[in-house]
């Protein structure tokens, strides 16, 4: 199954509105900082110097619980479609938190960097290392079970995503980023 361009579109709408309700929630700060939320030490989150909340890990369970609700609705399930449901939900972790810096009038797109975003204490040609995981999965998940042509698949969702980025930070720069 290959997902059509509007079929993107529709997710990309999606980490978009997460990301104005998470500015929304968190305010200028991130990571939950001033949320009245537990703090959970995972090893996983430990090695890469922070810990999870209690929201951000009830948010992740219900964005993939979400993701897989086609799935659940229609009594339709291959690995086909769960490696789909799996990579589109690893690409849009990446795309929402990036919207969050971008559209968050309490940062600055300069400051997404080494130390200047406390929670993400990893970083790699540019991104924090998460992102880089969360793209690398998205990408090469399919190749295990599918091949070569999978990849080239899951580039073209990649690239797709990376427009759509793109184009929101210039037309947020252009027609929003003074008025709110």
């Given at each position: 199954?290959?997902?059509?361009?509007?079929?993107?579109?529709?997710?990309?709408?999606?980490?978009?509105?997460?990301?104005?309700?998470?500015?929304?929630?968190?305010?200028?700060?991130?990571?939950?900082?001033?949320?009245?939320?537990?703090?959970?030490?995972?090893?996983?989150?430990?090695?890469?110097?922070?810990?999870?909340?209690?929201?951000?890990?009830?948010?992740?369970?219900?964005?993939?619980l979400f993701f897989h609700l086609p799935l659940v609705l229609f009594?339709?399930?291959?690995?086909?479609?769960?490696?789909?449901?799996?990579?589109?939900?690893?690409?849009?972790?990446?795309?929402?938190?990036?919207?969050?810096?971008?559209?968050?009038?309490?940062?600055?797109?300069?400051?997404?960097?080494?130390?200047?975003?406390?929670?993400?204490?990893?970083?790699?040609?540019?991104?924090?290392?998460?992102?880089?995981?969360?793209?690398?999965?998205?990408?090469?998940?399919?190749?295990?079970?599918?091949?070569?042509?999978?990849?080239?698949?899951?580039?073209?969702?990649?690239?797709?995503?990376?427009?759509?980025?793109?184009?929101?930070?210039?037309?947020?720069?252009?027609?929003?980023?003074?008025?709110?």
């Amino acid at each position: 199954m290959v997902l059509e361009i509007g079929q993107l579109f529709y997710l990309f709408i999606l980490g978009l509105i997460l990301a104005l309700l998470e500015i929304e929630i968190e305010g200028t700060e991130g990571w939950a900082k001033n949320l009245p939320t537990k703090k959970i030490k995972f090893w996983w989150y430990a090695k890469f110097g922070k810990e999870v909340t209690g929201y951000h890990l009830a948010l992740q369970v219900f964005l993939l619980l979400f993701f897989h609700l086609p799935l659940v609705l229609f009594h339709n399930f291959s690995l086909e479609l769960e490696l789909l449901v799996l990579t589109q939900y690893f690409f849009f972790l990446v795309y929402w938190d990036f919207l969050w810096f971008v559209l968050n009038p309490g940062f600055r797109l300069r400051n997404f960097k080494r130390g200047g975003v406390p929670w993400y204490a990893k970083w790699f040609l540019g991104l924090p290392v998460e992102y880089w995981l969360a793209l690398g999965v998205g990408v090469f998940l399919p190749a295990v079970f599918f091949g070569l042509p999978a990849v080239i698949i899951q580039l073209e969702y990649f690239l797709t995503y990376l427009s759509l980025t793109i184009l929101t930070i210039i037309l947020f720069f252009i027609f929003a980023r003074h008025r709110l």
